[in-house]
């Protein structure tokens, strides 16, 4: 149990840990209870020697004093117990006066005899509530030796009319009365913890299911008191039943044919938690939990022989869990005879691990579509930079080869020259693309968008040998994924202007709109196959887009538009800043 001790408010006995911070919520309002009650023994008390007075037989005018005093004392406190917050020894200091004052009372009327004996056991009550088993014990320890003084000075003095067999029989009271509670706070202790290791779950980031499988079990076996552990489970879709097994010395990872251990609990158990004591007998006592009530029946092998085989047969407590990918079973053995809570708890355990090994399944699978997608980003940037750019080398050197016989040397020469020049810049720029996939602080360093565009354009018209302007709002800046993208996008949507329009110029021009990144680009040439404005919806309707460059940009939430003509056309890409990651 946690040793950080931290004050409940109230005070506490000497020797007796205050519960720690974890577990305090549950006593916050233990001093209302106790004050409620105080003042109805009290009352009651003075109630009733006023109604019937035949006892106490002695000291009855003390008596009455004593329990008048005592009704005031209980209602002056009571609003003080009713507070948010009590004084810091409120509850150690209210637990002696209520002893002192009730050993006083039972001095007064004949000790062993008195009708206030009850007043003791109220007092181990209130301990109980105040300090779990510490405070039980500490309070009976002193409630007893009081009883006993008490006693043997009453055997002194009364001598032959004192009653021994009824001293005996409430001494007898008491120490049972005292021993149930101090189990009580023992059973709510152990409860607390259980709860507080299911509150402490381990995170497990692991991506494979069988790891976690048998890293949770360890923790699992620790909270149900278990000393082997063993699930078993299936996902859709997959032709296996996984089986992991723990136990102190060692933990195994297993998968079998479904036929194999199919059931892997008796047909009519498969949806239900239960416990067992031995099961491999031909007839089991099973215990299970319906409408809140211990249910025992005879089940013939319980569970299937094979996992018995990897995990024992005695004192089996077993529940079933199911997640939207996989379902299955855990099993705890050598668990003992276990109390009928143990199987809400498995249930909750058993939860736990299918929602652990889920989460396991989920970021593989997130992981494998994170990598597809990484793939093919990367294959939409080689295509739309790069390989553009070198298809327009290779066409110029077929243009080359064509002409070979006519050209002048130099021209050859110039030509080859300039194809060289282009080649070294897609070198360049493959060598950017590279540096690309560093961590952006290290890529970024150097970099702007007025910077990338111009290289862009550099490269284009290195390739196609028409003029391209290029505009950027001054003082712009955007986060470095997606200034990468504006890059490519560009040159993209230049390059299938050259190809497909023949243009003799292109414009592009690029400045903010409000949260967005606006990007037009403006050719005089053909124009598309539709006449007028299309936006991104009636695009697609169409089927008019280019497939690649709309691709790319409603990957980043924005949207393309595009107006045709018989003198160009020109493409509008909109995308939000907020597309760039850094």
Not at 310 to 325: D, I, M, N, Q
Not at 395 to 422: F, G, H, I, K, N
């Amino acid at each position: 149990m946690a040793r950080d001790m931290v004050s409940d408010g109230r005070g506490e006995p000497p020797g007796i840990a205050v519960v720690p911070a974890l577990f305090h919520a549950s006593r916050v309002h233990a001093e209302r209870p106790i004050a409620a009650t105080r003042v109805l023994l009290g009352v009651s008390s003075l109630f009733a020697i006023w109604l019937d007075p035949a006892e106490p037989q002695r000291y009855v005018h003390a008596t009455y004093i004593l329990l008048v005093v005592y009704v005031v004392y209980s209602l002056a406190i009571l609003p003080f117990a009713w507070r948010r917050r009590t004084a810091r020894h409120f509850g150690l200091t209210t637990h002696l006066i209520d002893i002192a004052v009730f050993s006083l009372l039972q001095f007064v009327t004949l000790g062993p005899s008195s009708p206030f004996f009850v007043y003791f056991v109220f007092s181990v009550c209130c301990g109980a509530l105040r300090w779990d088993w510490r405070g039980t014990l500490a309070t009976a320890v002193l409630v007893f030796i009081s009883y006993l003084l008490m006693g043997a000075w009453m055997m002194e003095t009364l001598g032959p009319t004192f009653e021994l067999n009824r001293f005996i029989i409430r001494a007898v009271y008491l120490g049972v009365v005292s021993s149930l509670l101090l189990f009580l706070g023992q059973h709510e202790i152990r409860l607390r913890m259980e709860i507080e290791r299911l509150a402490r779950w381990p995170p497990v980031a692991d991506a494979n299911p069988e790891v976690v499988a048998e890293r949770v079990l360890a923790h699992a076996a620790g909270i149900v008191g278990a000393n082997r552990a063993l699930t078993v489970w299936e996902v859709d879709q997959e032709p296996w039943i996984y089986v992991a097994c723990w136990n102190a010395a060692a933990s195994t990872m297993i998968k079998l044919a479904p036929a194999d251990i199919d059931p892997a609990v008796a047909r009519g158990l498969e949806a239900a938690a239960f416990w067992c004591a031995d099961a491999q007998t031909e007839q089991n006592t099973v215990v299970r939990v319906a409408n809140g009530r211990a249910v025992s029946e005879e089940w013939a092998s319980p569970i299937h022989r094979i996992l018995l085989s990897y995990l024992g047969a005695f004192g089996v407590v077993s529940a079933p869990f199911e997640t939207a990918r996989l379902n299955g079973r855990v099993f705890f053995s050598d668990v003992g005879t276990p109390a009928p809570e143990m199987i809400p708890l498995t249930e909750v355990v058993a939860r736990e691990i299918g929602a652990t090994v889920d989460r396991a399944y989920a970021t593989r699978q997130q992981r494998s579509i994170a990598a597809s997608e990484e793939r093919i980003r990367l294959a939409r940037d080689l295509h739309d930079g790069v390989l553009q750019s070198l298809t327009g080398i290779r066409l110029e050197l077929q243009a080359m080869a064509a002409a070979v016989a006519s050209d002048a040397p130099e021209t050859r020469r110039d030509r080859l020259l300039a194809s060289e020049r282009a080649l070294a810049i897609e070198q360049r720029e493959l060598r950017f693309f590279i540096e690309d996939l560093k961590p952006a602080p290290i890529a970024a360093a150097t970099r702007s968008l007025d910077d990338t565009l111009t290289r862009v354009r550099e490269r284009i018209a290195m390739e196609w040998k028409v003029p391209v302007s290029i505009r950027v709002a001054p003082q712009m800046s955007v986060p470095y994924d997606l200034e990468q993208a504006i890059g490519l996008m560009v040159h993209e949507a230049v390059v299938n202007a050259l190809k497909h329009a023949e243009p003799s110029r292109v414009s592009v021009d690029v400045h903010t709109d409000g949260g967005a990144i606006r990007i037009v680009v403006a050719d005089d040439g053909r124009g598309f196959a539709f006449q007028g404005r299309h936006d991104d919806r009636t695009l697609i309707r169409v089927n008019a887009c280019p497939a690649s460059l709309h691709e790319r940009i409603k990957s980043l939430g924005g949207d393309l538009t595009i107006e045709s003509g018989r003198t160009g056309s020109r493409v509008e890409m909109t995308v939000p800043v907020l597309a760039g990651r850094t």
